[in-house]
């Protein structure tokens, strides 16, 4: 992680105080976000691809930036399970208007995960800045993660919020020709791999409607 001037031409050494990054494939450090407090206090958020048991998978993580340092670095969400492979990990940061923090995490090329919600994979989760959970999160059923905000989607790495509404919208890559911009409303299921106006690399038909 360096800091780049705002005109390009200038490069930071690399901060201290990231943590282990597993670089491969599409993983690697991921996004980086302010906090909507910096001025005063300058906390920085970054998610990143993290080796756990099992395998690897989508982590968040913050610290104090001073200088060319990360101090007090901590990782406050991890998403679960960990799995093998190395695409599909998202992932984008957008703080919300109460400033609690949306993260969106793939599916890990697994596909039917994204609808399982006893785990992460394919979801977009809403967790406070210290990593718990806020109140009004959609309760999706007894033995559901709480922190969990939307389901169903394969690989969302674009989102913003809305200017007018301050709804979060999400891009995500689909399989062919199934490319996605969502609002990713509370509780929504965005249907992958269930439902998707693309096919998979190599089929010839929609999982749609079988169009040709």
Not at 79 to 96: A, E, I, W
Not at 180 to 203: M, Q
Request: charged share 15%; proline share 7%.
């Amino acid at each position: 992680m360096v800091i780049v001037s705002a005109d390009g031409k200038s490069v930071s050494a690399a901060i201290s105080g990231v943590p282990a990054v597993v670089a491969a494939g599409q993983g690697g450090l991921l996004d980086v976000a302010l906090d909507p407090d910096f001025a005063a206090d300058p906390w920085i958020y970054f998610t990143f691809s993290e080796a756990g048991s099992g395998g690897s998978g989508t982590a968040v993580a913050r610290g104090r930036l001073v200088g060319n340092a990360l101090q007090g670095t901590e990782v406050i969400f991890r998403q679960l399970p960990k799995t093998d492979g190395d695409g599909h990990f998202g992932s984008r940061l957008v703080f919300g208007t109460d400033k609690t923090l949306f993260v969106t995490l793939g599916e890990r090329q697994k596909g039917t995960p994204a609808q399982d919600l006893t785990g992460h994979l394919g979801k977009v989760v809403r967790i406070n800045r210290d990593g718990t959970v806020p109140a009004g999160n959609p309760n999706l059923g007894a033995g559901t993660r709480p922190e969990l905000w939307s389901y169903g989607h394969r690989n969302p790495q674009g989102a913003a919020l809305h200017p007018t509404t301050g709804e979060l919208w999400v891009s995500e890559h689909g399989p062919q020709g199934g490319d996605e911009v969502n609002i990713a409303r509370a509780g929504n299921n965005f249907g992958w791999p269930i439902k998707s106006y693309g096919c998979n690399y190599g089929d010839p038909f929609s999982n749609n409607d079988n169009t040709p």
